[in-house]
């Protein structure tokens, strides 16, 4: 690797890692959140009000995609990765600084609500551009590889942020974490922000995509339109296994397994550990193996697995269990996310392949991943059962399967 393209990828990567701290750290704090801005004498109403407001943000995620994406094709993947880690740096202290209900009244949950817009907007551009900056940038024969670092980035916001919330749980008290401590979370997220703004400051342009940019003619909306609706359906038990799996489990874990909060959270951190460290060989493998053997193994496991798995944590486990199933959720998930960004940007041409693939990834972050942990806390409401989850991670693996069973082999094609 290159000293240009490593440094490239560093700066891509820095701030997906601020990015999805950003968001791990609200649902891992939405207990203290629903209690400060949606106080009720029902802990779940509290609850399924505080994943609601969580679940808001990605509604404009597929704007943020679009909006950004179409910055990213037309002045450079490097103009869209600058506003996307301020803008969600902005939404991000906003959240750590904002007076709860108590203090301003009904303007608290309003203004907490335009931090999660603001917030999800630059996601929504986040995601696509990374993902094509990281992947234009990858060396013939190894797409998978660099397209696993964007995906490892993320997960590792994911672990920053479990760890941070272990961290908290374990040397504050409840009543410490819940007045002030959930707030020091969100604060802490912003010492990345120089660091990424200067990194990604000093950024070049992908040269497959300047060379790209310069001679093709742009993909037309109904072109795109097509390829983005399959990379929605790519993306369902994506967005649907992360969510579930890595931002509502460990809520999950406390209320239905046993697990004081601290032990939910480490179980998550060992999880989100083995997904950071196996998503880059999961990637590095789909370079020789090809995209859809492994992307369709993962979604059998989920089809086939989920239920059984969940079944172990509701069954009294004991906590080394707990931590065998979440690692066999991660494994499953680092199938997917090793080969799944160089597989979902091979779907789609150089020019449009941030606008489209963003608008495309993000309806389906948006409309089945944002709302996951708000539909199995609801599903789990309305059956009674905490096995009542998994019939969403089922639904959704057999939407992707479908899709990525039809699509083509591309492991092996020049990027076009």
């Known amino acids: 690797m290159n000293l240009e393209r490593r440094r490239s990828v560093a700066a891509a990567a820095i701030g997906n890692v601020l990015e999805w701290y950003d968001f791990a750290i609200y649902a891992y704090a939405a207990g203290a959140i629903g209690n400060k801005f949606f106080p009720d004498a029902n802990q779940t109403t509290s609850l399924l009000a505080a994943f609601a407001a969580f679940g808001v943000g990605f509604l404009v995620r597929p704007i943020g995609g679009i909006v950004i994406g179409r910055l990213g094709d037309l002045r450079g993947r490097k103009s869209a990765l600058m506003v996307t880690i301020g803008l969600m740096a902005a939404g991000t202290v906003g959240i750590g600084v904002l007076p709860d209900r108590r203090t301003i009244g009904s303007l608290a949950p309003i203004l907490l609500v335009l931090c999660r817009l603001l917030q999800g907007f630059s996601a929504g551009g986040e995601w696509g551009s990374s993902t094509a900056f990281i992947v234009e940038w990858a060396p013939a024969g190894r797409r998978g590889f660099f397209g696993s670092l964007q995906?490892?980035?993320?997960?590792?916001?994911?672990?920053?942020?479990?760890?941070?919330?272990?961290?908290?749980n374990a040397l504050?008290?409840?009543?410490?974490?819940?007045?002030?401590?959930?707030?020091?979370?969100?604060?802490?997220?912003?010492?990345?922000?120089?660091?990424?703004?200067?990194?990604?400051?000093?950024?070049?342009?992908?040269?497959?995509?300047?060379?790209?940019?310069?001679?093709?003619?742009?993909?037309?909306?109904?072109?795109?339109?097509?390829?983005?609706?399959?990379?929605?359906?790519?993306?369902?038990?994506?967005?649907?296994?992360?969510?579930?799996?890595?931002?509502?489990?460990?809520?999950?874990?406390?209320?239905?397994?046993g697990l004081t909060a601290t032990q939910a959270l480490w179980s998550n951190v060992a999880a989100l550990l083995v997904l950071v460290l196996t998503i880059p060989v999961f990637g590095a493998l789909s370079d020789g193996t090809g995209r859809k053997p492994l992307l369709l193994a993962s979604c059998i496991g989920f089809l086939f697995l989920s239920y059984p798995l969940f079944l172990m944590l509701v069954s009294g486990a004991r906590l080394y269990v707990v931590v065998f199933v979440q690692i066999v959720f991660a494994l499953m998930i680092a199938l997917f996310s090793g080969p799944g960004p160089a597989a979902i940007a091979e779907i789609f041409p150089t020019l449009g392949r941030s606008t489209w693939m963003s608008a495309g990834y993000s309806v389906a972050v948006a409309v089945f991943g944002g709302f996951a942990p708000y539909v199995a806390t609801w599903l789990i409401a309305i059956t009674g059962s905490p096995l009542a989850p998994t019939y969403y991670l089922i639904a959704a693996a057999f939407v992707s399967t479908l899709v990525i069973a039809g699509l083509r082999e591309t492991a092996h094609d020049e990027l076009s």
């Open 151 to 168: 995906q490892a980035s993320v997960c590792g916001g994911l672990l920053l942020g479990s760890v941070a919330a272990a961290l908290m």
């Open 172 to 257: 504050l008290t409840p009543d410490q974490t819940e007045d002030w401590g959930w707030r020091v979370l969100f604060l802490a997220g912003s010492i990345l922000v120089p660091i990424g703004l200067i990194m990604r400051r000093y950024i070049g342009e992908p040269p497959s995509s300047l060379t790209e940019m310069a001679r093709v003619a742009p993909i037309r909306a109904s072109a795109g339109l097509l390829l983005a609706a399959k990379a929605c359906g790519f993306t369902v038990l994506w967005t649907v296994s992360y969510y579930m799996m890595l931002s509502y489990i460990p809520t999950f874990t406390e209320r239905f397994a």
